[in-house]
T-cell receptor, first 117, second 110 residues
């Protein structure tokens, strides 16, 4: 495997279900991110992790719960979602988070297309 | 508030017809401007990073430039396989997130 991988690629879940999205990066990076991409809207950052520590949480509802057990893996646990949560969920990684004014490009996975019914 | 605006929303060209996509931004403390390509149903693919005004980067038929207010992605003699949505994003000092524009959907007709 190379780059950033995500599973599953597609997920349909009811509003009362609990499911998890998985992301793995094979780039040796220190930072990982979750983004949400809804139709007709720009990508929105959800969470940022640096070496397993959450460094940013952009006012995301508690029904989304991230977990980063190590610097290569990132999960997004989902429970009691709403239909408006249907979107493409993208994972990304970068060499590091921004430090001392240095910005690093982020590399994205293929995404998980989530449909909440 | 940091803002990124891309224009046009959609662009249709004939194969070989060169053009430019625009990304204008109003941010404080730009640390980097990024261009991505996204194909339908896939994640964004990284193309370029630009850090300061006057900088230029090239890759095959694509060339990205940066000024203090905007960036251009120039496409020279495009081919049908260049059809995709092109996304521009900025990162500002003190923030970890990339602020994305809405994207330009580019279609190259053979």
């Amino acid at each position: 495997e190379t780059g950033v991988t995500q599973t599953p690629r597609h997920l349909v879940m009811g509003m009362t279900n609990k499911k998890s999205l998985k992301c793995e990066q094979h780039l040796g990076h220190n930072a990982m991110y979750w983004y949400k991409q809804s139709a007709k809207k720009p990508l929105e950052l959800m969470f940022v992790y640096s070496l397993e520590e959450r460094v940013e949480n952009n006012s995301v509802p508690s029904r989304f719960s991230p977990e980063c057990p190590n610097s290569s893996h990132l999960f997004l646990h989902l429970h009691t979602l709403q239909p408006e949560d249907s979107a493409l969920y993208l994972c990304a990684s970068s060499q590091d988070v921004q430090r001392d004014g240095r910005a690093y490009e982020q590399y994205f996975g293929p995404g998980t297309r989530l449909t909440v019914t | 508030e940091d803002q990124v605006t891309q224009s046009p929303e959609a662009l249709r060209l004939q194969e070989g017809e060169s053009s430019s996509l625009n990304c204008s931004y109003t941010v404080s403390g730009l640390r980097g401007l990024f261009w991505y390509r996204q194909d339908p149903g896939k994640g964004p693919e990284f193309l370029f990073t630009l850090y300061s005004a006057g900088e230029e980067k090239e890759k095959e038929r694509l060339k990205a430039t940066l000024t203090k207010k905007e960036s251009f992605l120039h496409i020279t003699a495009p081919k049908p396989e260049d059809s995709a949505t092109y996304l521009c994003a900025v990162q500002v000092g003190g923030a970890q997130k990339l602020v994305f524009g809405q994207g330009t959907r580019l279609t190259i007709n053979p």
